[in-house]
């Protein structure tokens, strides 16, 4: 059986913690997109662990944490991770790496520096971790993979990308890169990693043959995917369902549950359309009861309502059979609360959302109000439970997006949520 988790807006959603639910009696954990541009974070016990590539079910013993080929690896930061989860007690022996995932290099983090500098004012808001150009050039078929570190090939396949590197960084005036020096420090986590390095598409289809249970982890989420996006204000993979069978090596078939993410109220880091936004004193609020902090960039979220016709696609496009809700005590802690239930398009109401930049700037969220102050719920375990603002909230949520609840989340810790 294979489940999978994606976020349904624009990252930052909580998935962790659905993931560390799911994973708790899965055999395998796998991440399927993206790289240490994003991060999970779980609380446990009272330890907040942050991870941004290695799958959260590392934490569960007898979990295999996969990542998988659709992932791009910066090894340093790899290590670094694998390191944390010792010091806090717990084992990496049963973490996979594809040896079809792309390695980040360092002339990779360089050239996403200098593109993004060279956009001006027409900034993506990246994370500046070489994602962009690690993709760019998988898909000029002169990406180096981490299966390449075991190969005799490495050491021709480093210089002759440096030398093509520095061509470019030459030309705009940058520091050049000692092909040999890169050469030494890979062939350092090359050690390292040698014994998780595997064809992790075969390791997941014998699961799969055994009825295993497999938990598919996305990184982003739905309004940042490269084809279905606010494009070209999103990310350069495919965080939507359709990543998890190029980025894993599942077939469509295979997949039973898709849970997308959201919280009860909405956030964005980086530039692009955000029509709920608030740039005013309760997206400040929201931010600070939230802790609306980017995990990888530490940088403050752009907060504002939760958008019903922006989570309609993210149903729609990703064929969601069930939605996490998260933050609802957060929400909770408000006077009033607003819920975005449609568009008005130069008069046109309607729940029509588009990733086109004029078309969303050229409309008005419609709003809905709804009371708040739910008080303390952290230790519901129902939702029949729940306080009546917070269950009229949920219905409506429910009822406009096109899927059920199957999961709030009621506080930080991994206990503080209602599964349906």
Not at 8 to 18: A, N, P, Q, R, S
Not at 104 to 109: A, L, N
Not at 371 to 378: A, E, K
Not at 380 to 394: F, G, I, M, Q, T
């Amino acid at each position: 059986m294979v489940n999978v988790v994606l976020g349904g807006f624009y990252g930052d959603e909580g998935k962790g913690k659905i993931i560390d639910y799911l994973a708790a009696d899965a055999d395998i954990t796998v991440r399927y997109s993206g790289g240490n541009n994003a991060g999970h974070t779980i609380i446990v016990d009272g330890v907040k662990f942050a991870f941004h590539l290695i799958p959260s079910g590392i934490l569960n013993k007898g979990t295999k944490a996969v990542i998988g080929n659709g992932v791009v690896v910066d090894p340093k930061v790899l290590i670094e991770e694998m390191k944390v989860v010792e010091e806090n007690g717990y084992s990496v022996e049963n973490l996979c790496i594809s040896n079809k995932a792309h390695l980040i290099m360092p002339y990779h983090i360089a050239m996403d520096r200098l593109l993004e500098e060279l956009r001006g004012n027409g900034k993506i808001g990246t994370t500046v971790r070489g994602i962009g150009p690690t993709y760019c050039d998988k898909y000029e078929r002169s990406g180096i993979r981490v299966g390449d570190l075991l190969s005799s090939k490495f050491e021709d396949k480093v210089r002759e990308n440096v030398a093509r590197k520095n061509d470019i960084f030459r030309l705009y005036g940058r520091e050049e890169f000692d092909a040999e020096e890169i050469i030494k420090e890979y062939k350092g986590y090359a050690e390292i990693l040698k014994p998780y390095i595997m064809d992790t598409v075969i390791l997941l289809h014998n699961a799969i043959s055994e009825d295993k249970k497999i938990v598919c982890e996305g990184a982003q989420a739905t309004l940042l995917d490269i084809d279905h996006g606010s494009y070209p204000f999103v990310t350069s993979s495919s965080p939507c369902v359709g990543g998890v069978c190029t980025g894993t090596g599942i077939g469509a078939k295979y997949l039973n549950e898709v849970y997308g993410v959201v919280k009860a109220y909405s956030s964005r880091v980086g530039e692009g359309p955000y029509i709920t936004e608030q740039k005013n004193e309760i997206g400040d609020t929201i931010r600070e009861l939230g802790h609306e902090y980017g995990t990888t960039t530490k940088r403050p979220r752009r907060c504002g309502w939760l958008d019903a016709v922006a989570l309609r696609y993210a149903v729609m496009i990703n064929g969601l059979t069930g939605i996490a809700i998260n933050h609802l005590d957060t929400i909770g802690k408000l006077d009033k609360i607003k819920l975005c239930v449609a568009y008005n398009h130069k008069g046109d109401v309607n729940m029509d959302f588009s990733t086109d930049q004029e078309y969303i700037d050229e409309c008005e969220p419609v709003y809905e109000e709804f009371d708040g102050n739910f008080g303390d719920i952290s230790n519901v375990k129902s939702r029949k439970d729940l306080p009546e603002n917070a269950k009229k909230y949920l219905d409506r949520i429910e009822e406009l997006a096109g899927a059920p609840i199957k999961f709030i989340g009621t506080g930080a810790g991994r206990e503080n949520m209602i599964v349906e």
